[in-house]
């Protein structure tokens, strides 16, 4: 503001120096002309003489302008006032010398801070004359560059008066050389001078940038304006701001120019007007300015003390009461309300809880004089004052407690709304009958025609449920307002138009008495809230939410209990949604007849399984069954309800009730895997749980109830753990058949461990009749799979050699081909096992179909192959012939095989040899690659070098 402002000042003196320059122009315009035809040829040097003159030799020639240089240096370099006229003599032909040699002698003058004679003004008129030429006069007729080069000089030891010039303000007098240096400039060229200016700020270092930017925003030449804003985003932060600073000076522009762009949005707008018209405007725009200044002093008057009170409040130990009063209570009215406002909101919330009683009462008696005077009109600064008054008062100091809530009160009959709040939020602080019935009579008023008393009726509800101390409570049963505040509670909670405040008239609704009980009221008040289909699914939902605090309560409960179950079937998601989970909370009751709600719940939920369309809603009602389920004694009810469920939706599941099936089944697979389904419960959840192959949640049940343990139970005497005992042993074996073809029993110790179980179920189940065996092809399958983990391999021969020479046997379903080469398998594995290989190499090549697993059998093959003896290379490498064949070259394990292959052919035919080199070579580059071992690399080189 302060540069802006002495921009303008000095404008507005360049108005009447333009006026005043004009005769001046017009007798150095007649110097010129005189000049150019010749009429003042005493200045001209004799470089310039006419060529008619007299020849001068080529040395002669080059002397003379230096000699005459040298003389006129010492011209110049006399002092006093007998030198004067030599000074000046020696200015004004240098001034028309047409190199710059001439003009150095002048610039390096300029560039002195001594100058008892003040040569600096005798060079600074004479060119500021001699720039009044035509360019083409200038300098003696100097050549264009050479001109250039001289105008560069100038401006290079003239910018430099401009160092640590700040301020826009400034009287010719105080500096006349850079007030002439500043005239002198303005007469240059204009395009030439902007070259100039343009090529010295590139140049430059920055510290002779400065004072050069600071020069260009003096000049009063608007088309300067560009040189600067090309720098407003330069790199070096003290250029940036230097030519901000000179931009903003330049244009009177109000605010400092920090982009190109912005410049360039001003320039579009204002760039075809005069430096003089916008000095003008600028001029014309001060009185709002000064008015702006005049605004920003008293608003950092207020913000000073409500800083200072905001400090003094947030201090501890205790409120330096004295010194708010004294910044709050002054005759500034805008210092006066804005302190209140602070201390409004710092003491709205509690008083700190150490402070200086005396102090603070003294504070809010001061307070209680100033609202006196006050006239009534200023209904805004009345309030705030008797607001923070009684927020300094603590209900048990009854003298003035007394005294502040009858004002407060009386304020409630005010007309104007901001008085009225600003009481309601005061008497927060007083809590008592009086008082909540003088607010509840005053909402119920208000509630008549709640839009327009909306914030009026928020804060009541605000105050009559604050729940922080001082508490406020609900009415008593003998409370003389208690049929009065039921009235405002219902009143407020049925507002559709004023949806907003109906959560607010909830939480007073649920306001404790002194007694910390609910009034029984207010619980008929939400569930006929609850029933009303016309409140709107959130607040309907709101209300089952509060609901569930009466779950605890026996007089209600069963009441409750029962609305929540029909309110399963309700027409709203959102109402069915949040019913299941308030039923969800039956387990943490204590309630005797909490199992008789459970049950009659988990028969409720069941029907409404099969129908319910709401994803969310089913989730919900999902979780009940399984909380309950996880109840004593409640998991046979729940795992039935649930079987029901996916009995009726079938296997496979229907598309559009595909949403259903996992959630059922992972509540199942919960309940049955919990503790609380001991004693064989669980075993109902197995057949769905199968049926739909969910073989982690299976095993997950059989370990947490220990189901292997049962073995031993099998052929017990009595008939239900007899039962229960054969049906885990059924489950544990078709549980394994689940387990994916990929994972190998002995890949994971889990894998053995659950191998181990599977072949003692078997072997359990073995005593028994054999009716209740599984001996299905896939279980004998399974018992070979489980014994050969086990390390069983005459097991595994004796049975496999059994069932594939004895047949299907009486009763029993024959092998498919498929599961007769997978026997097969096994038991070549366990010959292998008893170092049997010629005849594991027998009973595998008896296979009549292809395994499912090929990768396995060539994997098999070759472990026979290289057990068997050197008298069985022909067999050894029919096999390595038949897994190399099965392997694809990109596999890791074919080069073992190729060399295993190439290394039995040739034991086994030693006439094959050619064959087999043959085939290496096809393979050379496989092993001569980087990730191939060099122990395979070595084996396959000698052979090849076999040949």
């Not at 607010?439 to 009026?456: C, F």
């Not at 009980?517 to 016309?534: I, K, Y």
């Not at 959840?685 to 099998?714: E, M, T």
Request: charged share 25%; proline share 6%; hydrophobic share 45%.
């Amino acid at each position: 503001m302060t540069r802006w402002l002495g921009g303008l000042v000095a404008a507005t003196g360049a108005l009447g120096a333009l006026r005043a320059s004009a005769a001046l122009l017009t007798a150095v315009l007649l110097s010129a002309v005189l000049l150019s035809s010749g009429l003042l040829a005493s200045t001209v040097l004799p470089a310039q003489q006419p060529v008619g003159g007299k020849q001068k030799g080529g040395a002669q020639e080059a002397a003379a302008p230096a000699d005459d240089l040298a003389k006129l240096q010492a011209m110049l370099e006399q002092p006093g006032p007998d030198g004067r006229q030599a000074r000046e003599t020696a200015v004004q032909r240098l001034m028309v010398w047409p190199t710059l040699d001439g003009h150095r002698i002048l610039q390096g003058v300029l560039t002195r801070t001594e100058d008892p004679d003040d040569v600096r003004g005798t060079i600074l008129s004479a060119l500021q004359a001699h720039l009044l030429a035509t360019p083409a006069q200038l300098f003696g007729g100097a050549v264009a560059a050479e001109r250039l080069s001289i105008l560069r000089g100038y401006v290079a030891v003239l910018a430099p008066l401009w160092r640590g010039l700040e301020t826009g303000v400034e009287e010719p007098a105080a500096n006349p050389v850079r007030s002439a240096a500043r005239t002198a400039l303005q007469r240059m060229p204009a395009r030439e001078l902007q070259v100039v200016i343009g090529e010295l700020l590139g140049n430059l270092p920055v510290e002779e940038q400065l004072p050069l930017l600071r020069c260009v925003a003096d000049l009063q030449q608007l088309y300067l304006a560009k040189t600067l804003a090309d720098l407003v985003e330069a790199p070096d932060s003290s250029v940036r701001a230097a030519a901000r600073q000179s931009l903003q000076l330049l244009t009177f522009h109000e605010e400092e120019f920090t982009t190109k762009a912005q410049f360039a949005a001003w320039y579009e707008q204002f760039g075809s007007m005069r430096y003089v018209d916008l000095a003008e405007r600028a001029a014309r725009r001060l009185p709002l300015r000064l008015e702006l200044l005049r605004e920003e002093r008293s608003r950092l008057i207020v913000e000073s003390a409500v800083e200072f009170v905001r400090a003094q409040t947030t201090r501890t130990p205790g409120l330096a009461w004295q010194a708010i009063s004294a910044r709050t209570l002054v005759d500034d009215p805008a210092v006066l309300d804005a302190c209140l406002e602070q201390l409004q909101k710092a003491l709205g919330e509690r008083l700190p809880a150490e402070d200086d009683p005396v102090a603070r009462l003294q504070f809010c008696r001061a307070l209680l004089d100033r609202w006196r005077l006050v006239a009534p009109d200023q209904i805004r600064r009345r309030a705030m004052l008797l607001e923070v008054a009684s927020y300094c008062v603590k209900p048990e100091e009854a003298e003035v407690a007394t005294e502040i809530v009858g004002l407060l009160v009386g304020q409630l009959d005010q007309q104007a709304p901001l008085a009225r709040l600003a009481a309601i939020r005061s008497l927060r602080r007083f809590p008592s009958v009086e008082v909540r019935g003088r607010l509840v009579r005053h909402a119920n008023a208000l509630a008549v025609a709640p839009a327009a008393a909306k914030a009026e009726l928020e804060a009541v509800l605000a105050t009559l449920s604050s729940r922080t101390s001082p508490r406020w409570y609900a009415p008593a049963e003998n409370d003389a307002d208690r049929a009065d505040w039921m009235k405002l509670v219902r009143s407020v909670c049925t507002l559709s138009e004023l949806p907003e405040l109906r959560g607010k008239g909830l939480d007073l609704a649920l306001s404790l008495d002194a007694k910390d009980q609910r009034l029984p009221d207010v619980f008929t008040l939400l569930v006929d809230l609850v029933g009303d289909a016309s409140q709107g699914a959130q607040f309907r939902s709101t209300c089952l939410i509060h609901l569930r605090g009466w779950l605890d309560q026996p007089a209600v409960a069963d009441v409750l209990v029962a609305r929540l179950r029909d309110l399963l079937a309700d027409a709203t998601p959102e109402v069915r949604q949040k019913a299941a989970e308030s039923l969800a909370r039956l387990p943490e009751l204590t309630d005797p007849r909490r199992f008789d709600w459970i049950t009659m719940t988990i028969s409720a939920v069941r029907e409404r399984l099969q129908v319910e369309p709401a994803e969310a809603v089913l989730q919900a009602l999902v979780n009940v069954v399984q909380v309950c389920g996880r109840q004593p004694q409640m998991a046979e009810n729940a795992i039935g309800a649930l079987n029901i469920v996916l009995e009726a939706l079938g296997n496979p599941v229907p598309p559009e009730q595909q949403f259903r099936r996992e959630p059922i089944l992972l509540a199942l697979s919960t309940i049955a895997a919990d503790p609380s389904a001991a004693r064989g419960s669980w075993l109902g959840a197995c057949p769905q749980l199968l049926a739909f192959r969910k073989r982690n949640s299976l095993r997950l049940i059989l370990q947490n109830h220990g189901a292997i343990d049962l073995a031993q139970k099998v052929a017990s005497n009595d008939g239900a753990i007899r039962e229960q005992a054969q049906k885990a042993m059924q489950v544990v074996i078709n549980t394994a058949l689940l387990k994916p073809a990929k994972d190998a029993w002995t890949s994971t110790d889990e894998l053995q461990k659950e191998a181990r179980e599977v072949r003692n179920a078997f072997l359990a189940l073995d005593g028994i009749d054999e009716a209740l065996r599984l001996d299905a092809p896939e279980h004998r399958l399974l018992r070979l799979e489980v014994e050969l983990a086990g390390g069983k391999f005459q097991e595994v021969e004796k049975r496999a050699q059994s069932w594939l020479t004895g047949g299907a046997g009486v009763g029993r379903a024959a092998f498919t081909p498929a599961q007769t080469t997978a026997v097969r398998i096994l038991a070549a594995e366990a010959l292998l096992g008893l170092n049997k290989p010629d005849a594991a190499a027998k009973i595998l090549a008896e296979r009549e179909a292809e395994p499912a697993n090929p990768v396995a059998l060539a994997d098999l093959q070759v472990r026979i192959a290289r057990a068997l003896p050197p008298a069985s290379a022909a067999l050894a490498a029919g096999l390595f012939d038949k897994a190399l064949r099965a392997t694809p070259p990109e596999d890791p394990a074919f080069r073992a095989r190729l060399l295993d292959w190439a290394q039995a052919k040739i034991r086994a035919d030693a006439t094959a040899k050619e064959v087999v080199l043959a085939e290496l070579d096809r393979y050379v580059a496989l092993f001569e690659a980087r990730d191939c071992p060099q122990e395979q690399h070595d084996a396959f080189q000698n052979l090849r070098n076999q040949r």
